[in-house]
């Protein structure tokens, strides 16, 4: 009996796993809370699996006790602040509250809203069978009937729970001491200059690719001509893509002229000098933007690195507008041969580079005012990885909410005559120049998979930091 007993307790949810292991129970599965994974099997030694071999950051980033207890707390309390949403989005009833469910799932595994009848009717179906011998069938199918889940509510849904998410966002920014950094391109880019030039981009690739027969057509053409592999959807790619698929237009667009003509569509600007001039240009700084962006993304970037990312962008950003100024036009690889091939054609046409250069000079302007705050805080990003190196002010330690300037100091002060801990970062930096030797040459062979192997530097200075004792606890914090 004894050991039946065990066997039971073995397959029953546990509470504290949820202060353990950011789990919580649903529906009779262990659900993680922060990846959102289902185990049916409830075995502590599945869901501690789970945790240390999906979640080591976050273990590492919060250790056992009551930092992991806080954090995993929080966890719950945003999905219990989410559920709560969605029931407030409902409050029409449950044939709105199985809409927005609906919509929901339809757009988080990144379906397209026609899907919404696909799931209906697929309901129908099931329930057909599933309920046969249930004496409220009748009533089951009827509310599977009545349910909204048409392309244009799936839809609406989505914007009525986007807007409330942006909502939330902004209230949680305005209130936050401080926030993650988040570029993109087209904030700086696609304004009113430049927004003419992706607009029809954009209706051109949407004019091919998204008619089916259109699109079969342009890519046997392209077979003929040069086995290109056509062109890529805009509205179908992430912004990170965006310099992709402008780089794929530019190197089919004679292709793309001929096929317009081939079915009397005309864009005269496909062939104007002055448009194709700010095209081109805007193939090559996307493309620096795109690498920028790269060097921004993935796991385990510190504060320090993406400030670092950001000066030296600015800093090529002057060195562009010099290219522009001076004509060389070494750093704009297709607007280079764009002039090569109209200078051949036309040796007296003047092209007006200096428009572009005042342009990035406007967008180099954009970034010194959008991250001017990093500037000032250079040296308290720097404290973070040399903490026996930096000297931080008064004004440095006002930036850290409810931080004690007379212990933080006197624990500095500390640190510095402490050869241990100072040995402790001179290690901690090591490591970290390591990492980014081995990042520079896996990105130079394109060896994503494995980069992202690699020990996320976060880890390393929370590790660090996390070594030192209790008596420099306002540095830790």
């Known amino acids: 009996m004894a050991k039946r007993k065990k066997d039971d307790e073995y397959r029953t949810f546990q509470d504290e796993w949820t202060e353990e292991f950011a789990f919580v129970e649903r529906a009779g599965s262990a659900v993680c809370l922060i990846c959102n994974d289902k185990i049916t099997s409830l075995k502590r030694s599945n869901v501690k699996r789970h945790f240390d071999t999906r979640h080591a950051t976050f273990a590492s980033k919060y250790p056992a006790g009551d930092s992991r207890k806080k954090a995993c707390q929080e966890l719950l309390s945003r999905v219990q602040a989410s559920q709560q949403q969605l029931r407030v989005w409902t409050r029409q009833g449950d044939y709105n509250s199985a809409s927005f469910a609906g919509s929901l799932a339809i757009v988080r595994n990144g379906k397209p809203f026609t899907d919404g009848e696909y799931a209906k009717t697929f309901m129908l179906d099931v329930a057909n069978e599933l309920f046969d011998d249930l004496p409220n069938k009748d009533k089951i199918i009827k509310r599977i009937q009545d349910m909204p889940l048409s392309a244009r509510t799936v839809h609406d849904r989505t914007i009525v729970m986007a807007n409330k998410v942006e909502e939330t966002q902004v209230k949680d920014i305005n209130a936050a001491p401080f926030f993650s950094l988040a570029l993109d391109e087209s904030t700086d880019m696609c304004d009113r200059q430049f927004g003419e030039v992706m607009s029809l981009v954009i209706r051109v690739i949407n004019f091919i690719v998204a008619r089916a027969l259109n699109d079969r057509q342009f890519k046997t053409l392209l077979d003929e ?57 805007l193939v090559d700084l996307t493309e620096h933007l795109n690498q920028l962006n790269v060097k921004m993304q993935g796991i385990g970037n510190t504060v320090l690195s993406l400030q670092q990312a950001v000066f030296a962008f600015e800093n090529k950003l002057e060195l562009f507008i010099t290219d522009l100024e001076t004509g060389r036009l070494l750093h704009f690889e297709k607007l280079s041969q764009f002039k090569d091939a109209c200078t051949a054609s036309e040796p007296i046409q003047n092209l007006d580079l200096h428009q572009l250069a005042g342009c990035t000079s406007s967008l180099l302007q954009s970034f010194k005012a959008r991250f001017g705050e990093f ?23 006002n930036y850290i909410p409810g931080v004690s300037v007379r212990d933080f100091e006197a624990e500095v002060a500390d640190l510095k005559a402490s050869d241990m801990w100072v040995n402790k970062f001179k290690s901690l930096n090591e490591d970290l120049e390591r990492i980014t030797r081995q990042k520079a040459e896996l990105a130079s062979k394109h060896m994503w998979t494995e980069m992202k192997k690699l020990q996320p530097e976060d880890q390393l200075i929370l590790k660090t930091w996390n070594a030192l004792p209790v008596t420099y606890h306002t540095l830790q914090r």
């Open 225 to 281: 001509v040069n086995n290109y592999p056509g062109l890529l959807l805009h509205s179908n790619v992430r912004w990170l893509s965006r310099g992709k698929v402008l780089s794929r237009f530019a190197a089919c667009l004679n292709e793309i002229r001929t096929f317009l003509e081939m079915k009397g569509v005309g864009h005269p600007e496909l062939a104007d000098t002055e448009w194709l001039l700010k095209f081109y240009y």
């Open 375 to 397: 500037r000032e805080h250079t040296r308290l990003f720097k404290f973070i990885t040399h903490p026996n190196e930096c000297s931080l002010n008064t004004a440095d330690l």
